[in-house]
């Protein structure tokens, strides 16, 4: 028992979450692609990279609780 790896559940809830928050991912990808240009660097995509992993981290945390004990 000792020898086991041990793994983080919450890794594989989050990659099994990450197709249920799609709109969110293009969001942020269409801000990037939007902003590519900007030679200035005061256009930044941080609103919808968090709201892309909100989606994700509130989808694991509904299946991650029952994980742990």
């Known amino acids: 028992m000792a020898d086991e790896e041990l793994v983080d559940p919450k890794l594989y809830l989050e990659e099994t979450c990450k197709p249920k928050c799609v709109r969110p991912l293009r ?23 968090f709201d892309y992993w909100k989606c994700v981290d509130q989808c694991a945390a509904l299946k991650l609780f029952d994980k742990l004990k």
Do not use: L
């Open 27 to 49: 969001a942020y990808q269409a801000c990037i692609e939007r902003i590519k240009g900007d030679e200035s660097g005061h256009k930044h995509c941080t609103g919808q990279y």
